[in-house]
């Protein structure tokens, strides 16, 4: 028999070699092995078991890494799929699928010594008082690790082994996982009763998953002609879409079925892991519940992700490598929010999350459940045309009534003000924080923007603080007294005087706004309120979200300032005040998807408010207050912009009426760049020139010229045809001459133009 395995490293090719006689019963489709390439041995992956080759003198497969099919059949043909649509090659996919902890040779369980206690002798022996304090813990445990004992009974193993030979205990090697959540003290919950739309949803959902057919996990094939329809579930904040999602679970788990959860970023996490785990911790339909994403450690990686391959873990929630995770029966993947654009990655392989879950659903045949507050267009308009189907949940639970979203021109403010420019807080948003701290109500601040200022200037030349490697600003962070790019990560020292030659002007200042200055402005005005801020300066553990998290639902925290991390998918009760400061920075920025992002950021974020009994208020500044973005959301008007942004988008022939491909060329040399743009764009012309629907604009320097030192120039095709473009530009990728210092990179629906 012979493997055919593609390998780690990036060849696009698959190699052939024998298996000999004492793996053959341990090597198939999925496994990983160790094969002799040239010199050396690397490790690849069995893509397929054949009985001939073209090649001759084939070599030997040299070991199996692992025990179980670490690729199942289904996740391959996924792997394949992601490869060809999205321009890489399959071993890029393959290592998506699998986490590096999984790939790891030297990946393993951890053992640890346990103590047990036994059943007590017929006759208990003498134990000296030392020896009765240790023992009392180990019966009111009755079973944990001997370093936590001894921890606990600040005692010694010489201590713990008289308590065994004395028929007590046992001290036994046993495999102790690493849970991320172990510490966590999560209660059990039930259903919760529906409204009538919830009851329309989730039977929906349900008829869709009792038509399912039968799973086999050796089943491969495309199932596109049998696989129902994807839902895309719209439901305004506070609609109760968990619930959906929860109580959808439980069936497809009833039936012997497993599921994905995707959520958007690793923020959203703790909280949605706590709602599962508690609804999932007992019942008929109890699982464990395994979470993915990069914020765990090494071994809680590769623990968790071998739980669900053991088929332990039946529900998976994390960001979107999740979406691999090779769950035993899948019967239903959940993409909840599903708008955002983490769920794409800027790293080859440039698959989007979303997507990824579409196609996968289609190819096995199984249930996904899309849910959004704010749905894209494209998600909207496949369900307008009845590729998706459509359910929607127009009303918050137990009848809350929407906040009312109240918008502040900041440019009347900048006539008030004496600078000619407005302070960070209009009267209105200042006196209504001041009335929620009276109230003992909670009051959420967002700003994307982090640091204290977003520039440094001198008032004399006009000289600007940049960074040496991108095109943008330098950005101020007081706590730190450094200067940032929040692009390559560069840092500087703040000068004294301005910088520029044959200047030194000592009367440089700070210009802009962030989450670190709005948070010290409110310790000014608000002395006693309690106030914390969220955002990646803050937050540098992995605990530390869950943390202020916990504290702000405790009611620990009055004000929290923060910035998109804040926005979405967070249910505080008490939370009736949200003020949004600079609604205009989303907006001005050279993407056709500008108007969108700030729409579903404002209406996420004024969702946060008005979750309890009390009437939420949204208070919206901008200095652009009546651009169509920003009053569709302050009147939580979805299907109006929705249908304002179809029309500019088909007029420009822009998604979801095409697909884009965008083509960026980076080196660091800037006329190298430029010139092979130009001839990347000239072979286009030769190569597509039959295209019937194509639009190709550029080339042209990236919107961001300069990023992390290297120069870019792009150009953007958009076609209806986009499978069969991805299949051209693979094709011309591999066959075209560059210089050796410059770069193309190809990313199939892009969601960032910059």
Known sequence: MIARVTLEIA?????????????????????????????????????????????????????????????????????????EYYCCPVELALKSVLPEAVRREEAKWRERLH????????????????????????????????????????????????????GLLSIAQRVDERD????????????????????????????????????????????????????LLH????????????????????????????????????????????????????????????????GERHDEWHKIRQGRARIVIGA?????????????????????????????????????????????????????????????????????????????????????VRVEDLRVESRKSRGGMPGIFTDRLREAI????????????????????TSLQCTKCGHVAGCPNCSVALTYHRASNRLLCHICGHEEAVPSQCPAPGCGNPAIRYSGLGTERVEETLAKMFPHA?????????????????????????????????TQMIAKGLHFPNVTLVGVLYADLSLHVPDFRAGERTFQ???????????????????????????????????????????????FREQLLYPPWSRIALLTLKGRNEDKVRLSAVHVAKELGVRLAAWRDLVIAGPAPAPLLRAESFFRHQIMLRTKSMARMGRALAQMQAELSLPDDVQLSIDIDPVNLV
């Open 11 to 83: 060849l696009r090719k698959e190699f052939d070699y024998l298996i000999p006689g004492e793996l053959a019963g341990g090597i198939d489709v999925g496994t990983r092995v160790k094969v002799p390439f040239g010199p050396r041995h690397v490790t690849g992956v069995v893509t397929a078991l054949v009985e001939t080759s073209p090649h001759t003198n084939l070599r030997e497969v040299a070991s199996v890494v692992g025990s179980k099919g670490a690729v199942t059949p289904r996740v391959l043909a996924l792997a394949r799929w992601i490869g």
């Open 115 to 166: 103590v047990t206690a036994l059943p007590p002798p017929p006759e208990t022996p003498r134990l000296t008082p030392r020896q009765q304090e240790v023992w009392n813990i180990v019966e009111e445990w009755r079973d944990l690790p001997l370093q936590e004992l001894l921890r606990l009974g600040e005692t010694t193993v010489e201590t713990v082994r008289k308590l065994e030979d004395k």
């Open 180 to 231: 991320p959540y172990a510490r966590e003290k999560i209660l059990p919950t039930l259903p919760i009763a529906m409204n009538t739309e919830q009851e329309v949803s989730l039977k929906a959902v349900k008829t869709a998953l009792d038509a399912l057919p039968v799973y086999d996990e050796a089943d491969a094939s495309d199932h596109s002609q049998t696989a129902p329809r994807p839902f």
């Open 235 to 298: 439901g305004v904040t506070g609609s109760g879409k968990t619930e959906v999602y929860l109580q959808a679970i439980d069936h497809a788990l009833s039936m012997g079925r497993g599921a994905i959860v995707l959520v958007p970023e690793i923020s959203l996490t703790p909280q949605t892991v706590e709602r599962f785990k508690a609804r999932f911790s007992s019942g008929p339909n109890a699982t464990l519940v395994a979470v993915l994403h990069s914020h765990l450690s090494t």
């Open 320 to 404: 979107r490598s999740a979406i691999f995770a090779p769950v035993d029966k899948l019967g239903l993947v959940v993409v909840d929010e599903e708008h955002e654009h983490s769920y794409k990655q800027e790293e080859s392989p440039r698959y989007h999350a979303r997507d990824v879950a579409v196609v996968r659903g289609r190819r096995e045949g199984v249930v996904v459940l899309l849910g959004s507050a704010t749905p894209s267009l494209e998600s909207y308009f496949n369900a307008k045309r009845g590729k998706y189907q459509l359910l929607e949940m127009p009303s918050r639970v137990t009848d809350q009534r929407m906040p009312v």
């Open 434 to 453: 001041h009335q929620r701290l009276e109230r003992k109500e909670q009051t959420i601040l967002f700003l994307n923007r982090r640091g204290y200022s």
């Open 530 to 562: 309690r106030i914390a801020r969220m955002d990646r300066d803050t937050l540098k553990k992995k605990e530390d979200y869950r943390r202020v998290l916990t504290e702000f639902r405790l009611g620990r925290i009055d004000v929290l300032v923060g």
């Open 601 to 647: 950021l404002l209406t996420q974020v004024s969702g946060r408010a008005g979750r309890g009994d009390v009437e939420g208020e949204v208070i919206v500044q901008s200095f652009t207050p009546y651009h169509p973005a920003i009053q569709f959301a302050r009147r939580h008007d979805y299907l109006g912009f929705y249908e304002q942004e179809i029309e």
